[in-house]
């Protein structure tokens, strides 16, 4: 009973781990999602500040604030890259964690299969045992029902050595 209760508890729990990572490897995609349109909008934010400069060929202050702001949006593709780098190895691992839940889910079963077998075969062995503890509750009573004749038997063997003289009584 109790193998059986933690095995459905066992079930239940692998069941739960099993969702829950599911659950975030779709947030996760969706987010990686999009860190990949936030990095395009960047490298396309890029390209037009480029071109701006090029046609409008004004100060070298523009140029410089514009170097600087490259130099940010590099460090934040830079980020960005790592960051997607991090959150392709967190995908990985709950894929990881999924497939391990999946194997334990499968020995679980087997568990319980094996579980049932046995409280099948229990019970299936019940009937004999009840037959052979009545045969031992008879074999017990019989047991002390010739006790009793013995001992009858010993008294009036006792008796009749009496009767006898020369005859040990003990």
Do not use: W
């Amino acid at each position: 009973m109790i193998r059986k209760t933690l095995s459905i508890v066992a079930l239940l729990l692998l069941s739960g781990f099993l969702i829950n990572g599911i659950t975030m490897t779709q947030n996760l995609k969706r987010l990686h999602a999009g860190l990949e349109s936030n990095l395009e909008s960047v490298k396309t934010l890029n390209q037009v500040q480029s071109s701006i400069i090029d046609k409008n060929g004004k100060l070298s202050k523009m140029l410089s604030t514009m170097d600087r702001a490259d130099k940010g949006l590099d460090d934040a593709i830079g980020k960005t890259d790592q960051l997607l780098t991090l959150l392709s190895k967190v995908v990985d691992y709950n894929a990881d964690t999924l497939r391990l839940n999946d194997q334990m889910l499968k020995h679980s079963s087997a568990s319980k299969r094996d579980i049932q077998s046995i409280s099948q075969n229990l019970a299936e062995l019940d009937p004999y045992m009840k037959q052979m503890d009545e045969m031992l509750k008879n074999l017990a009573s019989t047991a002390k029902e010739d006790e009793k004749y013995l001992k009858e038997i010993l008294d009036s063997t006792r008796h009749m050595n009496s009767k006898l003289p020369g005859v040990n009584t003990r």
